[in-house]
């Protein structure tokens, strides 16, 4: 089931994100101080690309004072902005009951997507 699911969402937006979230990532680790921030992308390319079948946790080994300064700097310079969106999707999707399960994927997306560092993407 969640191959059918990955492939609608693929079709309806879900490539367009993870191309975007992607060249993000490139455009990120041009520079040596944008590395750690284009590594992020890349991460969050992967989970949009392939979103159902995929849990994103807290790892608890990358956790810590340099993790949250990162995250700080995520949202000051976007995060807030992606996660806003997400939220807006999964909103409109789950307006209608066939719409919920690629709303659902958004809302999971949210928490990434806020703050990044420190979560890490599992197969659930």
């Excluded at 939220?87 to 919920?100: Q, Y």
């Amino acid at each position: 089931m969640s191959l059918l699911g990955n492939l609608v969402w693929l079709v309806f937006g879900g490539l367009f994100a993870a191309i975007g979230y992607f060249v993000g990532g490139l455009v990120l680790c041009l520079t040596v101080i944008g590395i750690p921030w284009g590594l992020q992308c890349f991460k969050l390319a992967g989970l949009v690309l392939w979103p159902f079948g995929q849990k994103v946790v807290s790892d608890t080994q990358n956790t810590g004072c340099l993790a949250m300064f990162c995250n700080l700097i995520w949202i000051l310079f976007g995060g807030w902005y992606t996660a806003l969106i997400h939220i807006i999707m999964g909103l409109l999707l789950s307006l209608t009951i066939i719409g919920i399960p690629w709303g659902r994927q958004h809302f999971k997306l949210v928490e990434i997507s806020l703050m990044p560092f420190g979560k890490k993407i599992m197969d659930a």
